[in-house]
């Protein structure tokens, strides 16, 4: 059993913060409905909402999604006046699919959602060498930036499926305040550059991907759209960046001695010094990697039930289970027996 959920966890996706799912919650709060209620369905307990270190897995992140549409009956979730069905999103990929060239879908895709206003659609523009997502959403319905932010990581992990392969983001400009979990930001939007601050939302990457083919085709949209469009908030991430490249070294040996950031280094063929340089770039640190892999593992095997929190201490390298409470419980803002309590229902 330990076995088998370490090499799931192989596969799995970082976690997330619970600060995206209050955010979320603001669309079906203005509806009124009641968002505990809600959150018991997906094994969310409302407690974690008032945590704010605490986090959770992307298949509870995609699952707690799904709900909120099905229960607002609506893609944008109770954030905008005009409601989008459900199966606008499916339409839309049905009429883009016939496309030839990257290009030439997402200009349809835009021209689409401009059908229902000029307001809540992704502009797609295209200048010799970049090309960007451009958010038209209007501030005053998504004053957190929910929306805004999930369109923009919906419609770049379209692009990326579309031609069957991940665009490198050139930059990502957000015309709001550097928020208090800016570090989330690089998981989300990888690129080498991001600003807070700007004069408008975008995010840019290179115009020659507009001009590729579409690798998919009517058979496989099918399957795509049994996910729905959830799948891509999770999906097309990079795994490129040295953070991705240090994680993958270090989970064959969660449950053992880490290997020190100079063995790491020879690993892949770095100096220390470069290592610790290329961390930086990216905001990280070599301890800050290996705490995130130690908290992401520990939230996975906390909710597998035949595990005890004894199992579970040991699994990802702490010989004395207290002292995994401690860091636990500085990781997520919850101690490990609190948080399998809260997803109980799981």
Known sequence: MIMRALEELSVSRDTISIYFVNAALKGVKKL?????T???HVGIEAELLK?????ISPEQYTRFVKMLWMVTQDEHAGFSPQPRK?????????????SKTLGEALELSSQFYRLFGDDWFISVEKDKHEARFVPIIPQADDPDH????????IWHGLACWLIDRRIPLERVHFNYARPEQADEYDALFFAPLIQFGMSRTEVTFAADYLDLPIRQNVESLEEFLKAGPTQLLVKFKN???????IRDVLKSHIGEEMPTLNDVASMLYLSPQTLRRRLAA???SYQGVKDALRRDAAIHLLLQPKLTLEDVAQQVGFSETSTFHRAFKKWTGVTPGLYRQLHGSI
């Open 86 to 98: 459900l199966g606008t999103f499916a339409i839309m990929c049905q009429l883009i699919i016939h």
């Open 38 to 40: 809600l959150l018991s």
């Open 146 to 153: 929910y929306m805004t932010e999930s369109m923009l990581m």
């Open 51 to 55: 945590q704010p270190k605490a986090r």
């Open 239 to 245: 795994t490129n960046s040295l953070t991705s490249r």
């Open 32 to 36: 009124g409905m009641d968002a505990e």
């Open 282 to 284: 990216e905001g990280r």
